[in-house]
C-alpha cells in the first residue's frame, strides 16, 4: 500500500501563487507515475497534471503555462507549484499515485487539501 498526504493549500487572492505537496509513504518502489487532480465545488474530479518516473508531464490545457508538477524521488515526494492563480482553479486538489505491483495496478489517493482563490 502507498500512503499520500498533501500539504499547502490555503487562501490567495487572484494572481498569486501557492506551492502543493504529497509525501508518499508505504510501497513507494511500486509508484509508476504521481499526478494532482482536482474537484471544483459542485463538478467532477479532473487532471491537473501528472508526472512519470521517467520525467514526463502532462497538463490539462487549463492549467498548462501557470502550473508546474515536479517530483523529488529522494523524499518520495511530488509538488505543484501554482501560479497565476484565478477564481476557477478554486477546488480541493487530491494527490495521486499510481502503481504497478506483481501484475496488478491500483491508483492511491491523499486526503485532499483546499484552494480557495478569490477574484
Known amino acids: 500500500q502507498v500512503q499520500l498526504v498533501e500539504s499547502g493549500g490555503g487562501k490567495v487572492q487572484a494572481g498569486g501563487s501557492l506551492r502543493l505537496s504529497c509525501a508518499a509513504s508505504?510501497?513507494?518502489?511500486?509508484?509508476?507515475?504521481m499526478g494532482w487532480y482536482r474537484q471544483p465545488p459542485g463538478k467532477q474530479r479532473e487532471l491537473v497534471a501528472t508526472i512519470t518516473l521517467g520525467g514526463t508531464t502532462n497538463y490539462s490545457d487549463s492549467v498548462k503555462g501557470r502550473f508546474t508538477i515536479s517530483r523529488d524521488t529522494s523524499k518520495n515526494a511530488a509538488y505543484l507549484q501554482m501560479n497565476s492563480l484565478k477564481p476557477e482553479d478554486t477546488a480541493v486538489y487530491y494527490c495521486?499515485?499510481?502503481?504497478?505491483?506483481?501484475?496488478?495496478?491500483?491508483?492511491?489517493w491523499g486526503q485532499g487539501t483546499q484552494v480557495t482563490v478569490s477574484s
Open positions: 495521486n499515485a499510481a502503481t504497478q505491483w506483481v501484475g496488478h495496478e491500483f491508483n492511491y
Open positions: 508505504g510501497n513507494i518502489f511500486s509508484i509508476i507515475a
